[in-house]
């Protein structure tokens, strides 16, 4: 089985921008979750998929949202952009359900805001 | 709220010897599920095991093995006859249950391992 996929691998931007990141899961995961990564805050979980509905969300702005459409993939956008949007944004799925299954990453989309 | 603890920020080893990286965590929930990943320097995030508040055995993958400690709220990784591959970071993570009934991930800060030959 082909593993997560994610595209852009890597993107530059510049503060204001919007910008939209996308990622497709293993065949057959229907949950879909996105994780932001920094040297200081770690990983932090921004939003689950799963069934094209949010099923759960983290503690970030409303300027990160995010949709899945039937094939399960799924991309997240953040707008106007800031400084300390910069990091390493990883998508993961999973089967999905109601059990706490194990995630599979994909390698991330580097983002600098410049 | 949920919370994982990993209070070694960076473990050293001797190639071919066993290490334990440290992990505890705190939750209200009775269902629950510990995960350990591995993060070399490329950035992906690799998952290794998996054990469930309500598995009596402890999960084993190989070298790795996860010492769960239930009582204790801790959930070790042990991993035994050390390479030099696996010099990476290591995250300890859970998911439990929330209010809204959906499980919700909570990474530990990681504990970077390098091995020595």
């Known amino acids: 089985k082909a593993g997560v996929t994610q595209t852009p691998r890597y993107l530059i931007k510049t503060r204001g921008q919007q910008v939209t990141l996308s990622c497709s899961p293993i065949s057959g995961h229907r949950s879909v979750s996105w994780y932001q990564q920094t040297p200081g805050q770690g990983l932090q979980f921004l939003f689950e998929y799963f069934s094209e509905t949010q099923r759960n969300k983290g503690n970030f702005p409303g300027r990160f949202s995010g949709r899945q459409f039937s094939n399960s993939r799924s991309e997240m956008n953040v707008s106007t952009l800031e400084l300390g949007d910069s990091a390493l944004y990883l998508c993961?799925?999973?089967?999905?359900?109601?059990?706490?299954?194990?995630?599979?990453f994909g390698p991330g989309t580097r983002l600098t805001v410049t | 709220a949920q919370k994982i603890t990993q209070t070694q920020p960076g473990m050293f080893v001797q190639e071919k010897e066993a290490v334990t990286l440290d992990c505890t965590y705190d939750?209200?929930?009775?269902?629950?599920?510990l995960f350990w990943y591995k993060q070399p320097s490329s950035g992906e995030m690799i998952f290794l095991i998996y054990q469930g508040s309500y598995d009596e055995q402890n999960a084993t993958e190989g070298r790795y093995s996860l010492n769960f400690q239930k009582a204790r709220k801790s959930a070790n990784l042990v991993i035994s006859a050390s390479q030099l591959g696996d010099s990476a970071m290591y995250f300890c993570?859970?998911?439990?249950?929330?209010?809204?009934?959906?499980?919700?991930?909570?990474f530990g800060r990681g504990t970077s391992l390098i091995v020595h030959p």
């Open positions: 993570a859970m998911r439990g249950r929330s209010s809204g009934g959906s499980y919700i991930p909570t």
């Open positions: 939750t209200s929930d009775q269902s629950y599920g």
């Open positions: 993961a799925s999973s089967p999905g359900g109601e059990e706490p299954y194990e995630q599979y």
